[in-house]
């Protein structure tokens, strides 16, 4: 890794070959494994295993004592909670090899995934979508949605600045940070251009 444009504390272990981005930090007892690609700008807890062949965005944030297994691809702008969880098998055991059974998992751009909560694999999270603490996601989720509990269910609707949606009777709602506008059909939510 000559030249290198990233930061690595000295326990790190960072397997080649890998892509790491410029302003990336890599936090004490983390492993990077081989075939990674990790965009710019990341930020990766301590205790993060990073599995064979998964792709980070840009400006992904991954907290403490998470392990994100072949087959999860982040888009930009992703967090990913302390201690949250994906899968990549279906039906695991023990005794039987299921390499070649890995689901693929997406999450899409700015989502974010809070912390405890469990991706079961084949679901992708969509755009800008919120898991909230502790939720088990068993289905894939829409962009924007607010998602809680075991088996997780929606309850609302977020901003891309994190804030709960509040829909008038046109289904149009405004983020109180941002001032963005959202407007809501057929139970899909949108943003409006400025």
Known sequence: MANKQFFAHETAVIDSPCIIGKGVKIWHFSHIMPNCVIGDNCNIGQNVVISPD????????VQNNVSIYTGV?????????????????IN??????????YQKTTVKKGATIGANATIVCGHDI?????IGAGAVVTKTIPPYALVVGNPSKQIGWMSEFGHQLQFNEQGIATC???????????????????
Not at 54 to 61: D, I
Not at 73 to 89: A, Q, R, Y
Request: contains cysteine.
């Open 54 to 61: 998964v792709k980070l965005g840009k400006n992904v944030k």
């Open 73 to 89: 691809i982040c888009e930009d702008d992703v967090f990913l909670g302390p201690s949250m969880v994906f899968t990549n098998v």
């Open 92 to 101: 695991p055991r023990s005794a039987i090899n299921r390499r070649g059974q």
């Open 126 to 130: 969509g755009e800008y979508a919120f």
């Open 176 to 194: 109180p940070e941002s001032q963005d506008k959202y407007i809501l059909e057929e139970n899909n939510v949108r943003k409006l251009p400025k």
